[in-house]
C-alpha cells in the first residue's frame, strides 16, 4: 500500500531512486528525504531504543526530531544521521540505530573544507522573516550572507499550503531568493546550519555540498565545508519547534508532531497514515487535521485539551464530518511496533474512557522558538507563560531575533519583525535603508492564538517518555526532583535529557515544565539550561576539514632530511620535527641498533644532524648585560671567539633551558636551546625584553632554520675533519675546547664549534643550510675509512646520560633548580641579580630533602629500569602509603659501560651515593645502587682526544 | 572566538594571542632585599577578581608586541588594551 499522493509536495514522481532500509529494497522520489520515503511506504519504525528495545519511529520532519537515527552504510559508512534530514538519493543503503552507531574502520574518502567568510548581517534561517530581512538588508546595499539548513528556502512555509498575495508561497519565495541571488555582495548558502555562534559576531555554519547526491557526489568537490563567518550584526529568524505533550506510551511508531505530517504532506506528498487521532492544546493541529482529511487521511477523532475549541477550526471540522473533544486528551495508546489506538480521557480524570482504534496519532503541545544560537551568544531568555516556553528575553547590541523564534505565531506580523530586523541590522552596520520590502499576506486559515500549557497527561509516569531518545521518562524526572535536585541543569545531568544528538529539542522544555510543577516553583524564576553549540551534529572529519594526515600538524624536516630517509632512518617526533631516531642496519632492532651507533661513536667516529638545535641570534649594545639577567652564569665576559654552556631558570628558579652560547662578536651572541623549547625561549626573551627592559639595545632573531648542524664525534672526529677542512689547524693548541672558528668544510664556509654533548674529542659543523647535504655527504666520505657511522636521537641520549648530562624536559620537570642537578657551578656568585637568583636562597630551595639527580645502577647489571619507575627505600613495600623518594628520568643499556644504568631525581640523592634503593618493577622490588650522576670517563680524559 | 583589539594590528582573533596573566607586577627593583615572603609575593601571587582585570596579552602570530588589556573576568568583553608603559585607562564595567 502506498501513501504517497497523487499529486503535490517538491518531489520529481517521474524519477524513481532506489535504496534499502535495513535489508528491503524501497523506492522513492528525489525530493525525499530517507524518512519521507520510508513513510510513504508505511513504514514508521526506524529503530529501537537505547536502554528499553522499544520501537521507534519519526517524531519529527527536521532536525529536530529525537528518534530517526540510523546508519548509512553506502556510499560510505556514516553514523547518527537522521532520517528526516538524509536527503535520498539512488543506491543509499542505510539501517536504524539504537541510539548508537558505528564509525567506519576505513577512511573516509571524502574531503572537507573550511571558509572565512565576512559579511555586514548574517540572517540565520530563510523562512518568512529571515527573507524579509535577508532582502531589506540587502537592498540597503550591506553585504549580507543568508544561511539555512534546509535545501531550499522557505521555512515553515515549505510544510503547509499557503497561498502569499494570491499566489503558492513557494513563487513569493522564488522571487525574494531570485532578487537575493541577483544582488551583488549576498550570499545565499542552502544545506547550510549555523551550529555555533560565539563573540564577537563570529558565527560557525556546516554546509553539506555533496552529501546528497550520494555516488554521483564528483570527488573533486568538498562534500561538507565549515564556514568561518564573521558579522557585524546578526539576524536569527530561526523558527519554533512543535512541542509534543508527555502520555503513557506516548513512543510507539506512528505517534508524531501534527506540524510534521502536516510538512510530510505538503512537502513529500506523504501521508502519515490511514486512520489519526489529533491530540492538541492549540490551534495549529487542527490546519494538520484539516489538510490531511482532505487529502484521504481518515481523521478518527480531535482531542482539545481545552475546554473550549476553537469555534472557526471546530465548525471546519464539523463541516468535514470529523469529530473534535474539547477538555480531552490522549492518555495512553495500545500497540508494538506500531501504534494500533488512542486512549482518550478527559483532562481532568485518571482513567480513560474511550479507545479509538487509529495508526496514527498526531500530537501538537505549543511551540517552543528555536533561542539555542541567541542563548549561545550569551543572550538572556525570558520564559513565557502563555507560549509554556524561553523566548529571547533581552535585546542585544548585533543580535536581533525575528520570526517565530520570538514566540510570535502569525505570519504577517513574523515577516514584519524581519524587516524591522533586517533594517536595524542594516543600520548598525552603517547602511541606509533601500526600497522597502512588501510584507506578504496569508490565506492561512490557522489563527496565531496560543494554545494551553500542558507538559504531561497524568497517567503511567515509567511509560511516559520526555526524552524519547535517552529513554528518560516522566518518573525519571520525579525521580531528580525527589533526590532533592531543583535546578533544570542538575536534573539534565540526573536524568541526561537533552544530552542526545537533539540536545532535548522537543524535550528540554518539558522537563522543564514537569521539574516546575513538581517544585511548585514558577518557571519564569528558573534558570534554563545553557545552550551550547552545536545546535546540530557536527562531523569531526568537517571540524578537521584539510587539516588531516600530513596536513595535521606542520611538519619540520632538517635540510638532510632526504639523506636520512634514503639511508633508512626510522624517525622520532620531537615538537613538529622529525629526528633521525636511529639507523638499523639489516635486522637490528632499537637496541643492537644503538648500542652499535654508541660503540662506534665512543671508538671511532660517529656523526648525527643537529640542525633541530634552537638557535637565536642576539644582538644589540646591551645583548651581554641582557644575557647575564636570562642566564644564571656570567655571559658579558665571554671573549669573542669563545662558547659556554648556561643553563636558564624561571623567576621560581626552576630550570627552563640549557645550551651553549656562542660569541659571535663584540655586540652579537648566538644562543641555542633544546630542540623543544627554541620558540619558547624566544617569547621568554622578548617578553623580559618588552615588557621589563625595554631600554636595552638588544634584539633576538631565530636563525634555527638558517644553519644545518652537524655534531662529528669520537676520537677520530678530528682526522675527518681535518681532512675536510684542509685550511684549519684542528691540533688541540690551536683549536680548543669551548671555542669556534670560522674554515672552510668540503668547500663551504662553516661555523666550527669545539663542543661535546657526549664527552667526546667532538666538534660541531654549522653551514648554511642550503649546503647541509653536501657538507654531511662530504663527512661521510672522509670518514668512510674510520668507519664513521651516523647516529640518532637515541644514541645521542645514550652518550650524554652517560657523562650524566640531564636533557631539559627529560630529568627536569618545572620543579628542578641547577642545584639539584648538581650545577652547581653554573650558578654565577658574583653576578648581583639574574632571574631566578633570589628563588636560590628561599628555604624551600635550600632543603636538604630536595629531588637531586643521580646515577643508579641496577645490582643486576642485565636489568634495565622502566623510565617512570618509583624509587623506594626498603626491600619490602610497607602498607600503604608508601614513601616514594623519586623516580627513574632515563635508563638504557651501556655498551661503554657494559651493563644497564639510569639517571633519577630522588631526595637528598647527594646524600645517598653508595646507598642501595629498591625500584619496584611489576611485582618485584630491583635493588640499585646510587652513584654519581657521571658514569663514564669521570675524569674527562677523552674530551681532548 | 573572540576578537582582540591589538593597539598595534587593530582587532584580530583571539587565536593569534597569547595571554601572560596579570599586568603590573613589575620585577622588583631589589630582589635580594625582600624578604622571602615579598619575594614569593611576587613569583607566587596574583589577584583574581571577578570583574575587571588588567593583564598582559601577546600579540603571538601577529606583530609579537606585549600589550595590556582591562578584561571583564565575567564577561570576557575586553574594556580598553594599552601600550605598554601606559598607565591603566579608567574603565566602566
Ligand atoms: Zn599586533
Known sequence: ?945 | MQLIPCPWCGPREEAEFHYGGQAHVAYPEDPAALTDEQWAQYVFFRENPSGPFAERWSHHAGCRRWFNAVRDTRTHDLLAVYRVGEPMPEVTA
Open chain 1, 1 to 945: 500500500m502506498t501513501f504517497r499522493t497523487p499529486t503535490g509536495g517538491s518531489i520529481d514522481r517521474n524519477t524513481l531512486l532506489h535504496f534499502t532500509f535495513n535489508g528491503r529494497p524501497y523506492t522513492g522520489h528525489p525530493g525525499d528525504t530517507l524518512a519521507s520515503a520510508l513513510l510513504a511506504h508505511g513504514v514508521h519504525q526506524i529503530g529501537s531504543s537505547v536502554k528499553l528495545g522499544r520501537p521507534r519511529g519519526i517524531v519529527a520532519a527536521g532536525s529536530e526530531d529525537p528518534t530517526s537515527l540510523v546508519q548509512v552504510e553506502a556510499p560510505f559508512s556514516e553514523p547518527m544521521l537522521l532520517a528526516t534530514t538524509v536527503e535520498l538519493y539512488d543506491g543509499l543503503v542505510a539501517r536504524g540505530l539504537a541510539g548508537q552507531g558505528r564509525l567506519s574502520p576505513e577512511p573516509d574518502p571524502a574531503r572537507y573544507d573550511a571558509k572565512h567568510e565576512h559579511c555586514d548581517v548574517l540572517v540565520v534561517g530563510a523562512g518568512p522573516a529571515g527573507l524579509v530581512a535577508a532582502l531589506t538588508a540587502a537592498r540597503s546595499g550591506a553585504r549580507v550572507v543568508l544561511v539555512d539548513e534546509q535545501n531550499q528556502a522557505g521555512g515553515a512555509l515549505l510544510g503547509v499550503d499557503e497561498y502569499l498575495d494570491d499566489r503558492p508561497s513557494a513563487e513569493w519565495v522564488a522571487d525574494v531568493v531570485a532578487e537575493l541571488k541577483s544582488t551583488p555582495g549576498v550570499l545565499v548558502l542552502e544545506r547550510t546550519t549555523a551550529f555555533g555562534m560565539y563573540q564577537d559576531g563570529f558565527v560557525l555554519a556546516l554546509q553539506k555540498r555533496t552529501d546528497h547526491l550520494g555516488f554521483a557526489a564528483p570527488a573533486s568537490v568538498a562534500r561538507q565545508r565549515v564556514w568561518r563567518i564573521r558579522t557585524r550584526q546578526t539576524v536569527l529568524a530561526t523558527g519554533a519547534h512543535e512541542r509534543p505533550v508527555a502520555f503513557a506510551d506516548n513512543d510507539r511508531p506512528g505517534i508524531m508532531l501534527a506540524s510534521s505530517a502536516r510538512t510530510f504532506l505538503h512537502r513529500y506528498g506523504v501521508l502519515p497514515g490511514s486512520r489519526a487521532v489529533v491530540f492538541t492544546t492549540d490551534d495549529s493541529a487542527y490546519c494538520a487535521a484539516i489538510d490531511l482529511a482532505e487529502s484521504g487521511v481518515d481523521i478518527a477523532l480531535v482531542t482539545d485539551a481545552r475546554p473550549e475549541p476553537p469555534a472557526r477550526l471546530a465548525a471546519e471540522c464539523a463541516a468535514r464530518g470529523i469529530e473534535v473533544r474539547a477538555g480531552h486528551v490522549v492518555a495512553g495508546t495500545d500497540g508494538d511496533r506500531r501504534v494500533t489506538g488512542a486512549r482518550i480521557a478527559p483532562l481532568a480524570a485518571t482513567s480513560p474512557d474511550l479507545t479509538v482504534d487509529c495508526d496514527t496519532v498526531l500530537v501538537s503541545g505549543g511551540w517552543n522558538p528555536v533561542v539555542s544560537l541567541f542563548s549561545q551568544a550569551r543572550g538572556k531568555l525570558r520564559y513565557d507563560a502563555e507560549l509554556g516556553a524561553f523566548v529571547p528575553g533581552e535585546e542585544l547590541p548585533t543580535v536581533r531575533v525575528a520570526g517565530s523564534a520570538t514566540g510570535e505565531l502569525d505570519l504577517g506580523a513574523c515577516a514584519r519583525q524581519g524587516r524591522d530586523a533586517g533594517a536595524q541590522a542594516a543600520a548598525a552596520a552603517g547602511f541606509t535603508p533601500g526600497g522597502q520590502v512588501p510584507l506578504p499576506v496569508s490565506d492561512s486559515r490557522c489563527t496565531a492564538r496560543s494554545g494551553l500549557v500542558l507538559w504531561r497527561v497524568p497517567g503511567d509516569d515509567d511509560a511516559s517518555f520526555v526524552d524519547l531518545q535517552r529513554d528518560s521518562t516522566v518518573a525519571d524526572v520525579l525521580r531528580a526532583t525527589g533526590a532533592g535536585l531543583r535546578s533544570l541543569e542538575h536534573v539534565k545531568r540526573y536524568t541526561t535529557i537533552g544530552t542526545a544528538h537533539d540536545q532535548g529539542k522537543t524535550s528540554g522544555m518539558i522537563a522543564a515544565g514537569i521539574v516546575a510543577e513538581e517544585l511548585g516553583v514558577e518557571l519564569a524564576e528558573q534558570r534554563p539550561t545553557t545552550f551550547r553549540p552545536p545546535f546540530t551534529s557536527v562531523s569531526f572529519a568537517a571540524l578537521a576539514g584539510r587539516d588531516r594526515g600530513e596536513l595535521h600538524d606542520p611538519v619540520r624536516v632538517t635540510s638532510i632530511h632526504p639523506w636520512h630517509v634514503a639511508h633508512g632512518a626510522l624517525f622520532e617526533d620531537v615538537g613538529q620535527w622529525k629526528r633521525p631516531w636511529y639507523y638499523p642496519r639489516d635486522g637490528e632492532d632499537l637496541h643492537t641498533a644503538v648500542l652499535r651507533e654508541c660503540k662506534a661513536t665512543r671508538e671511532s667516529v660517529g656523526m648525527m644532524d643537529g640542525s633541530t638545535l634552537g638557535k637565536i641570534d642576539v644582538q644589540g649594545r646591551d645583548a651581554g648585560k641582557f644575557l647575564d639577567m636570562l642566564y644564571t652564569n656570567m655571559m658579558s665576559t665571554l671573549k669573542v671567539g669563545r662558547i659556554r654552556y648556561g643553563v636558564m631558570c624561571g623567576v621560581d628558579g626552576m630550570v627552563i633551558d640549557d645550551g651553549t652560547v656562542i660569541r659571535v662578536g663584540e655586540e652579537r651572541y648566538l644562543v641555542t636551546t633544546t630542540t623543544g623549547n627554541a620558540a619558547k625561549i624566544l617569547d621568554w626573551m622578548e617578553e623580559w625584553l618588552q615588557t621589563e627592559w625595554p631600554h636595552l639595545d638588544v634584539h633576538c632573531t631565530s636563525v634555527t632554520e638558517h644553519w644545518a648542524t652537524i655534531p662529528l664525534v669520537g676520537p677520530r672526529s678530528r682526522d675527518v675533519l681535518a681532512a675536510v677542512a684542509p685550511s684549519l689547524d684542528v691540533s688541540n693548541e690551536a683549536f680548543e675546547f669551548m671555542t669556534w672558528r670560522e674554515a672552510e668544510v668540503a668547500g663551504v664556509p662553516a661555523r666550527v664549534c669545539r663542543i661535546s654533548f657526549s664527552g667526546e674529542l667532538a666538534y660541531e659543523i654549522n653551514v648554511t643550510a642550503w649546503h647541509g647535504i653536501a657538507v654531511w655527504e662530504a663527512l661521510m666520505a672522509a670518514g668512510e675509512k674510520y668507519g664513521i657511522t651516523p647516529y640518532g636521537t637515541e644514541t645521542m641520549h645514550v652518550l650524554r646520560a652517560e657523562k650524566g648530562y640531564p636533557i631539559i624536559g627529560q630529568e627536569t620537570d618545572a620543579t628542578v633548580t641547577p642545584q639539584d642537578l648538581g650545577m652547581s657551578w653554573a650558578v654565577s656568585k658574583k653576578k648581583p641579580d639574574f632571574i631566578g637568583k633570589r628563588s636560590f636562597a628561599r628555604a624551600e630551595n635550600n632543603r636538604t630533602d630536595r629531588k637531586q639527580l643521580v646515577g643508579l645502577l641496577p645490582v643486576d647489571p642485565a636489568v634495565l629500569l622502566p623510565e617512570g619507575s618509583q624509587i623506594v627505600e626498603t626491600d619490602r613495600l610497607p602498607e600503604p602509603p608508601v614513601r616514594m623518594l623519586g623516580h627513574v628520568t632515563s635508563s638504557y643499556p651501556s655498551a661503554a659501560l657494559g651493563r644497564t644504568f639510569a639517571l633519577a631525581l630522588v631526595r637528598s640523592g647527594h646524600e645517598r651515593i653508595g646507598e642501595t634503593l629498591y625500584v619496584p618493577v611489576e611485582d618485584s622490588l630491583v635493588p640499585v645502587t646510587v652513584t654519581e650522576s657521571v658514569l663514564y670517563d669521570k675524569e674527562g680524559a677523552r674530551r681532548d682526544g
